[in-house]
């Protein structure tokens, strides 16, 4: 599986961006997905993920209320959609793919264990200026 997401740029405080992310392969359906993001001088941290389906989703608390995911598997794609951008939201965004079904295995956060997670794109820079 090869991730490829794109969407990230420098955008002002306030503004919105949406990230995507295309998988190859056959099997997106089955997978669960997820953003993280690692800021400069950070540990890469959990934002979003998403149930194979679409039917759950989960949230940071940092990123809840502003932050959207989503995904359309006909097009092997998932979304987030960054709203009320802050500075603090400024990190590369990676989005991740876990072909074992773990995501409910993490029973309090659902789908923000790292380690599930096989496979991972290359990251896509969000930069937010105050």
């Known amino acids: 599986v090869q991730l490829q997401a794109s969407g990230g740029g420098l955008v002002e405080a306030g503004d919105s961006l949406r990230l995507s992310c295309v998988a190859s392969?056959?099997?997106?359906?089955?997978?669960?997905m997820a953003w993280f993001r690692q800021a400069p001088r950070k540990e890469r941290e959990f934002s979003a993920a998403i149930s194979w389906g679409g039917g759950s989703t989960n949230y940071a608390d940092s990123v809840k209320g502003r932050f959207t995911i989503f995904r359309d598997n006909a097009k092997n794609t998932v979304y987030l959609q960054m709203n009320i951008l802050k500075p603090e939201d400024t990190a590369v965004y990676y989005c991740?793919?876990?072909?074992?079904?773990?995501?409910?295995?993490?029973?309090?956060?659902?789908?923000?264990?790292?380690?599930?997670?096989?496979?991972w794109g290359r990251g896509t820079l969000v930069t937010v200026s105050s």
């Open positions: 991740a793919a876990d072909p074992r079904g773990y995501y409910y295995s993490n029973y309090s956060q659902p789908g923000a264990t790292r380690l599930a997670y096989d496979y």
């Open positions: 392969g056959r099997n997106f359906g089955n997978y669960a």
